[in-house]
């Protein structure tokens, strides 16, 4: 109970953090001048935080590269925006981290590597941020004899720099094991004496060092200019001296796993610093919101890079599965936002209004189709509302004058679905192109390769409401499907075809031979002679 309890307290915190901040500040001056806000200067912020995120992946990739660890910086860029998007929802600022580096070791298969990479890109921007607070608060010292910020960006300063100490040390790492084994927790020494070791071979890479360092200060650099330009966009007089002294101390009380992402600690710590100053509460909780919208805006384009990298991870799991037309072609990061924008992003209507013009086809503005170069409408083609079509990889073809009622669900994963002219689909009809193996009782199904061969649909088709079209199946020229019917075969032309699973009943232009009514049911018959002679 009190663990689950705990889930809590960083929530709790934030909250309480915010009733303080409200009890100090005037909410409607701080929406006035919010109202007011400079936009340029928000948007050279907003910018500028993408130029951020340029350089950390920078950094990161030059260490990953002395591993022998070589990923496109598309790839690794994207991954750092989708670890931020995460932390938005964890405590701490950096507990996106943890997904860097799973990912990049389900990747690569190294895990100490990628998390020794993650662990110093993160440790180098702390120490120059440390180093960077604490020269800023010797300058301010001297010129205004305001020491208040001095003490505790010195104490964070000599914390970052005896963790480096520590983390490359023989020695410490020695004091560790053996604390470790006499708490009875000896199960943890294999892993440390393996991270460290990830962690040493960077030790005598001076120019890299200096390299990642340089990288650290541009980075901060720019944090302190997106600082500086969201407090000028309010109005507040703020030099960028004290920015750059400020926001070292603001940026390690959010990383504490106190609160959600910072909340509250961020907009309490920049009230009381800035107002010792002289700026107003109202511009602080201004340039606060600012600063909140600025990074959830930023970390919403994680958010989409995130759901890109999802579904490529699951095309890269099912890469290895033979299929009729061979093996998966695994798409880039590129191609999953694009796709992705195209089936999320783009109201439907808009889809609907694209197809109805390059394809001279009537698709109502209800109808829900991917926007993708492998769908194609035959012309003259009617598709009502609520009709969803979506592919992966493969084409799907309509023919011309086809005609697809309400509520029709059409998906094709890597094997094409190819539809011929002038075919008619009936409501709450289904035609997946996509099956599963489920053969090894070994594997759970989810982890089992897809099978996936294709459905080809004829000319002149005509099928009923509810049917269900499954993969590897052709249905030949002419043919009917009865409602409600499963179709697991192939259907020969000209055929009426029904029932579960769907079996041919007769062929088209012939007549159906009559069956006596005695075959059909006897006792029905004998009942309708025993009426007959009582008359």
């Not at 004496?193 to 390299?211: M, P, V, W």
């Not at 490529?312 to 990061?333: C, H, Q, V």
């Not at 992705?340 to 013009?357: D, N, T």
């Amino acid at each position: 109970m009190k663990r689950h309890a705990l889930k809590f307290v960083p929530l709790l915190v934030a909250c309480g953090l915010f009733a303080w901040i409200l009890s100090r500040t005037s909410f409607t001056g701080a929406l006035e001048s919010l109202r007011t806000a400079d936009l340029p200067l928000f948007l050279a912020a907003f910018l500028l935080m993408f130029v951020q995120f340029a350089i950390s992946t920078f950094k990161w990739t030059l260490l990953l590269r002395r591993k022998g660890i070589r990923l496109p910086f598309r790839t690794l860029y994207a991954i750092y925006l989708s670890g931020s998007f995460i932390s938005s929802f964890l405590p701490g600022r950096y507990s996106g981290d943890l997904y860097r580096g799973w990912v990049v070791a389900r990747k690569t298969g190294r895990a100490y590597d990628s998390a020794a990479t993650v662990v110093l890109e993160r440790v180098s921007g702390l120490f120059v941020l440390c180093g960077i607070g604490f020269l800023a608060s010797l300058y301010w010292v001297a010129t205004t004899a305001d020491s208040g910020l001095l003490f505790p960006v010195a104490i964070a300063l000599g914390g970052i720099v005896c963790m480096i100490v520590a983390m490359f040390s023989e020695k410490a790492k020695n004091v560790v094991a053996k604390l470790l084994t006499f708490l009875q927790l000896g199960f943890l020494v294999s892993p440390l004496t393996k991270f460290h070791k990830a962690i040493a071979t960077y030790r005598g890479d001076r120019r890299l060092i200096l390299q990642v360092l340089g990288l650290a200060i541009g980075f901060y650099a720019q944090a302190f200019a997106i600082i500086y330009l969201l407090m000028a966009a309010v109005g507040g007089d703020a030099p960028y001296v004290y920015v750059a002294l400020v926001t070292p101390v603001v940026y390690l009380l959010e990383a504490l796993p106190i609160s959600v992402n910072g909340l509250g600690v961020r907009e309490s710590a920049f009230i009381l610093f800035f107002g010792r100053i002289g700026i107003s509460n109202e511009q602080v909780m201004a340039f606060s919101l600012l600063v909140l919208l600025n990074r959830t805006l930023t970390n919403l384009s994680g958010g989409f890079f995130l759901l890109a990298r999802n579904a490529e991870w699951r095309l890269w799991r099912n890469e290895k599965t033979a299929t009729k037309s061979g093996i998966a072609k695994k798409r880039s990061i590129t191609t999953n936002v694009l796709r992705l924008a195209g089936r999320y992003l783009v109201p439907r209507f808009v889809r609907s209004l694209y197809y109805c013009l390059r394809f001279k086809s009537l698709v109502s503005l209800q109808a829900d189709i991917q926007l993708s170069k492998h769908i194609r409408i035959g012309r003259g083609s009617d598709i009502r509302p609520f009709t969803r079509i979506i592919t992966t990889d493969a084409t799907i073809q309509l023919g011309r004058r086809c005609g697809l009622n309400s509520f029709i669900f059409i998906s094709a994963g890597s094997a094409p679905i190819v539809v011929g002219d002038d075919v008619r689909i009936g409501p709450h009809t289904s035609i997946v192109a996509s099956n599963k193996s489920f053969d090894d009782r070994s594997r759970r199904i989810s982890e089992q390769s897809k099978i996936e061969k294709g459905i080809a649909i004829g000319d002149d088709v005509w099928i009923g409401a509810n049917v269900v079209i499954l993969d590897g199946v052709t249905i030949g020229t002419g043919s009917v499907i009865g409602a409600g019917s499963v179709v697991t075969k192939d259907i020969p032309p000209y055929s009426v075809a029904t029932g579960n699973p769907a079996r041919v009943i007769r062929e088209r232009g012939r007549r159906r031979r009559a069956i006596p009514l005695e075959m059909i049911s006897p006792p029905l018959v004998e009942d309708r002679r025993a009426k007959a002679e009582a008359r």
